[in-house]
């Protein structure tokens, strides 16, 4: 089976930087896919790292270490629109796994 | 435009009363995919399929049904609905099996 965890809320201010942290248990790994939800929206794709190190897309970085078997999203310069729930998931052939989510509060 | 459309986008039934969820993408997608989303747990996979007549349960499969007729189409149907199947749906597509990109806008059910 696969399992994801990721912190249930992080809080942090305009302009900061914030970082999502996953960790994950699975029988088998191809990689490790990010996505934003705003409330009740659609799930947005975000990133996909399928090799160890840091991808930058804008204001947006994912993380990878496949030995440690964790990863982290990371978000500078926040926005206000950036409010958002964030889900790590992990794919396997044809399935696709989500942590649970991490709700982040952006503050004036 | 690239898409996955879901409809109807709210449905509020009754106990038993057979329904279905249509899903259809415009990119000819090989893989396709259902989840359903409730407080607290995440978005759990209910069916997917790999192809025109290719399905198989997911996380959660106990009380749909799918079937793959055509490549653009993935219907998620309920043959008796209860309430425990209130949630939010989404269905997905996707090229590979890696990158699951398009999402639907979602189908809020209530079941009474």
């Known amino acids: 089976g696969q399992s994801l965890e990721q912190p249930s809320e992080v809080t942090a201010v305009e302009g900061a930087i914030v970082q999502i942290n996953c960790t994950y248990q699975t029988s088998g790994f191809y990689g490790l896919s990010w996505y934003q939800q705003h409330d009740g929206g659609a799930p947005t794709f975000l990133s996909y790292?399928?090799?160890?190190g840091l991808e930058e897309t804008g204001r947006f970085s994912s993380f990878l270490s496949r030995s440690d078997s964790y990863g982290y999203l990371l978000l500078q310069e926040l926005q206000m629109k950036d409010s958002a729930s964030y889900f790590c998931?992990?794919?396997?052939?044809?399935?696709?796994?989500f942590g649970k989510g991490t709700m982040l509060l952006v503050s004036p | 435009e690239a898409q996955v459309t879901q409809n109807p986008r709210y449905l509020i039934t009754v106990t038993g009363k057979k329904l279905t969820v249509t899903c259809s993408q415009n990119?000819?997608?090989?893989?396709m995919s259902w989840y359903r989303q409730d407080p607290g747990l995440g978005l759990r996979q209910i069916y997917y399929?790999?192809?025109?007549?290719?399905?198989d349960k997911g996380d959660v499969p106990e009380g749909y049904k799918v079937s793959r007729k055509e490549k653009r189409n993935f219907p998620l149907i309920l043959e008796s609905p209860s309430p425990n199947q209130t949630s939010l749906y989404f269905c997905?597509?996707?090229?590979?099996?890696?990158?699951?990109?398009?999402f639907g806008p979602g189908t809020r059910l209530t079941v009474t």
């Open positions: 399929s790999m192809n025109v007549e290719v399905t």
């Open positions: 990119m000819n997608h090989e893989y």
């Open positions: 790292n399928a090799l160890d």
């Open positions: 997905a597509s996707s090229l590979s099996v890696t990158s699951w990109q398009y």
């Open positions: 998931a992990v794919p396997g052939y044809s399935t696709l796994t």
